[in-house]
C-alpha cells in the first residue's frame, strides 16, 4: 500500500471517529486531569505554598506530571488535613463528566495520623504502642467504608475518569538516629501501621476498579534517618513527616509515572 493511500485511509477513519490527525505528527490525547486528596497531595513539606488555607505546593506530584504531560486541563483542589468526607463534600466537585484522570492520597488523617506521631514522638513507649493499635484498628474496621464512599462520589462525578490511588511511604529508616530522635522500636511499629493502612487503601481501591500505586519502593532508603532523606523530621511543625521537595519528585512522581506514563 502506498503512503498516498495510508494516508488517506487514516484521514477516512478520523473523519468517522470525529478526530483530526496530521500525517507524521502523533496526536495527543486529551487529559483534563484533577488532582484529590490530603496533605500528601497537596504538597505540604515542599513549599511555598499557595495564599489558600490548603498549602498547596507546586512542587508537589501532581503539578509536576500535569506539567510534564501538557494536560488539557489541570484541577488541584487537594487540601493538607482533608480526611475522606472533605474530599466528599468539598473536592469532587472539581470534578465532571469530561474529566479523565483523577489521582488522589486519602485515609492517612482519619486514621488519626497527625496524633499517633505527635504520641510517638513526645510520649512513652507504651502511649506510642496504645496510639499505633487504635489507629491500627480504625484502618482495619472503619476506614474501609469511608474510603468506599469517597471513591464512588468521584465515580459518580467522574465515570469516565481514571482513578489513581496513591499510598503512603513508610517514614522511618530504622537504624541508628542519634540520642534524641524516636527509638528502633517506635520507628519500626510506625512503619509496620503504614504497612497496614497501604493494605487497607489498596483493597478498597481495587474494590473501586481503580489502580492503586505503592509508593513504599519509592521511598525506600529516603526515610527519616537516613543519609539522604526526603521526609522531614520534628524540625517543622506543619512539614514534619511529610515528604519534602525531593520526595515528592523523585519518590512520588516517578511512582506515578511508572503508573500512568
Known sequence: MSRRVRTALAALIAAVLGVVVVPGVAQAATVNYVALGDSYSSGVGAGPYDLSTCLRSQKSYAPLWAAAHQVTSFRFPACG??????????????????????????????????????????????????????????ATATLPGRLDSAYAAIRNRAPAARLVVLGYPRLFETGYCGLLAMSTYKRTILNQAADVLNGVIADRARAAGATFVDARPFFAGHGVCAADPWIHDISGVIEAYHPDADGYRYGYLPALTAALG
Not at 81 to 88: E, H, K, L, R, S
Not at 90 to 100: E, K
Not at 105 to 112: E, L, Q, R, S, W
Open 81 to 138: 488535613g482533608a480526611v475522606t468526607a472533605d474530599v466528599i463534600n468539598n473536592q469532587v466537585g472539581s470534578l465532571s463528566s469530561s474529566t479523565t484522570l483523577v489521582t488522589i492520597t486519602i485515609g492517612g488523617n482519619d486514621a488519626g495520623f497527625a496524633d499517633v506521631m505527635t504520641s510517638c514522638r513526645f510520649g512513652s513507649t507504651s502511649g506510642c504502642e496504645s496510639a499505633v493499635n487504635d489507629s491500627r484498628s480504625f
